[in-house]
């Protein structure tokens, strides 16, 4: 069942005190048929909305608004949570409109949608504010304000730029009185994160993600320059973290309410200074548990791609309940990696930091951009040739190179006046949104939806729970995880990453800028393409299924091996496509080999 917008119930005991009313809502994003993107349960949980959440909760708890002022608060994830604003409308009236709805952690793509919630409440009285990436990338790196929040600006909507720690009082105090600013902006004032109030949604806001997850931040802040990326230039690029105390109390928290799965959204949590500290105390935390019967920490991480160089994080990282881990592969060219400004990605340490984890016994998914300068349809699908082959890779992920608003790519763009789509909703990293110097879009969009089809074939499908049973991973819980990444796209048409399990539409919930359908095409339509969607699926996991039932019957399953997974050697840059498939590939292995030479020649002299 989807949780609808709830009402909030007053205590008769505190009727006479005045209640101000926060709605919080993430929202989600419009389809290619202008229906918001929801499901009955979503994959990723919203840490934005977690981290509001406790800021304004702790506020409450602190009666920051005053003795006599009660705070009710509300958060919804619009992912599997329908949004009804005449709810909200009504909530709001029956509070004389004092309070605040806050469009938290919104995305450039999910800014039309921010804007349509906001239309309604703003023409009703209702204060709304919206804050998250696309405002404060906005604000950081384009000159004066943009259309699309002078939109939300004349709407009366408040526009939020940085983080809140230590201002949502403030923020609160301003809203009570009847004087929110137009704008906030402390994206040259980023709050430290020790001992602030540690992002904790109650269950039941969580019971709409799958398998009960919930996120944090152990950190906010990267080192590295990429230019595709918004979070250096929005979170800054040096790291700030939470401490190991911080996140002892949050897993504690949410293993008392029975919330064991954890996903930490730290884009480089190898970067953090403490992440030693953070993964022996969880280590610790999941012995304890242990011991008294409770539930094992489920962790998941997102690293770079050099995490294996740091002495003993990977083995930390699994004693601390790390199951699976996000990498920034990004493109096995070195010329696009440079072109992009990360050079920190070294294509001579993917097998041996793949390997790694995979001895580990940690489920590797990795981000691999399509729309470099330097790629072509057909270098697409050698690369992916290549990575199937040679890289111990687990679950591989497309996304199409985006200048999204707070980057450097896009800062580029505009200040060149190049042509960018002017839809936002199409900002969502699946669709090409400019040109590009070797594809037309229609090429480029097209490759995209080829590369899942030749990656997720039936012969890697195959190959990948092989390797898995031959280095002693979890078959079951790869295949499962295959089975989402290799159906999302191909039956949904929607990134595994704003997926779920079974997906909601509902009639009148559509893009205002598109007519609302007839009942008597919308209602079949649904029903029947619901339908047939459920048969591709059953399909296509029986067919995985078989096959995970297959190898784990095999006897000489522990036998099994290739290229990917045969350990690495000092001829491989010599034989593997993967150091020899370009000039680029022949480049950076000699690059490497000059570095080693000469830090060779100092430790001996």
């Not at 997926?499 to 609302?516: E, W």
Request: charged share 25%; with cysteine; proline share 5%.
């Amino acid at each position: 069942m989807v949780v609808s917008q709830p009402f909030v119930k007053v205590d008769p005991d505190s009727r006479a005190a005045k209640r101000f009313q926060v709605a919080l809502i993430k929202p989600s994003h419009y389809d290619d048929d202008g229906y918001v993107i929801q499901w009955a349960r979503s994959f990723i949980p919203s840490n934005s909305l977690a981290v509001v959440y406790s800021l304004v909760e702790d506020s409450r708890q602190r009666r920051a608004l005053g003795d006599d002022v009660e705070i009710d608060i509300t958060a919804a994830d619009e992912i599997n949570t329908r949004t009804r604003i005449p709810q909200i409308i009504e909530r709001f009236r029956g509070h004389d409109f004092f309070g605040l709805v806050f469009l938290v952690g919104v995305q450039s793509n999910q800014f039309p949608r921010a804007l349509d919630i906001a239309r309604p409440l703003r023409a009703a009285g209702v204060p709304v504010a919206i804050g998250g990436f696309h405002v404060s990338g906005c604000v950081a790196m384009l000159p004066g304000i943009q259309s699309d929040l002078q939109q939300a600006l004349d709407l009366g909507v408040t526009l939020y730029a940085g983080e809140l720690e230590g201002r949502c009082d403030d923020l609160l105090h301003d809203a009570a009185a009847g004087r929110l600013q137009p704008i906030y902006n402390y994206l040259n004032d980023l709050p430290s994160l020790e001992g602030t109030p540690t992002p904790l949604l109650p269950r039941k806001y969580l019971k709409g993600t799958f398998s009960l997850q919930t996120s944090f931040d152990a950190g906010r802040g990267c080192p590295y320059q990429c230019s595709f990326c918004t979070i250096i230039n929005v979170q800054g690029r040096k790291s700030r973290g939470r401490s190991a105390d911080d996140i002892e109390r949050l897993v504690r928290a949410n293993m008392a309410q029975g919330v064991n799965w954890f996903f930490m959204t730290d884009d480089n949590f190898a970067r953090n200074k403490d992440w030693e500290l953070i993964l022996d105390r969880l280590a610790a935390l999941r012995r304890e548990f242990a011991a008294t019967g409770q539930k094992d920490i489920k962790l998941v991480i997102q690293v770079d791609t050099l995490c294996h160089k740091l002495d003993g994080f990977i083995e930390k990282a699994r004693a601390a309940g790390v199951v699976r881990t996000f990498l920034g592969l990004e493109s096995i060219n070195p010329d696009n990696l440079a072109s992009a400004k990360k050079r920190q990605n070294k294509i001579t340490e993917y097998r041996q930091m793949l390997q790694a984890w995979k001895r580990a016994g940690v489920i590797t998914y990795a981000g691999y951009i399509l729309g470099f300068p330097h790629d072509t349809p057909e270098s697409i699908a050698e690369d992916i040739a290549i990575i199937q082959k040679e890289l111990p890779l687990d679950i591989l992920e497309f996304f199409c190179l985006t200048p999204l608003p707070g980057s450097e790519d896009h800062q580029r763009l505009f200040q060149e006046g190049a042509p960018m789509d002017a839809d936002l909703n199409r900002f969502d990293i699946e669709h090409a949104v400019t040109a590009h110097p070797r594809m037309s879009r229609d090429e480029w969009q097209g490759t995209y939806f080829k590369a899942w089809d030749l990656y997720y074939s039936a012969e890697h499908i195959e190959r990948l729970l092989r390797r898995t049973a031959a280095t002693g991973g979890g078959v079951s819980r790869l295949a499962s995880m295959i089975f989402l990444f290799s159906s999302m796209v191909k039956v949904e048409r929607v990134h595994p990453l704003q997926g779920g399990i079974l997906r909601l539409k509902y009639r009148r919930d559509r893009r205002p800028t598109l007519p609302a359908e007839s009942p008597w095409l919308f209602y079949p339509k649904l029903v029947f393409g619901t339908a047939f969607k459920l048969g591709q699926n059953l399909r296509h996991w029986l067919w995985i299924d078989g096959l995970r039932r297959k190898i784990l019957a095999d006897p000489n399953r522990a036998g099994y091996t290739d290229p990917a997974i045969t350990p690495v050697d000092e001829h491989e840059t010599e034989e593997l496509e993967l150091f020899t498939h370009s000039q680029a590939a022949h480049d950076a292995v000699e690059h490497i080999r000059k570095v080693e030479k000469l830090t060779h020649a100092k430790s001996v002299a």
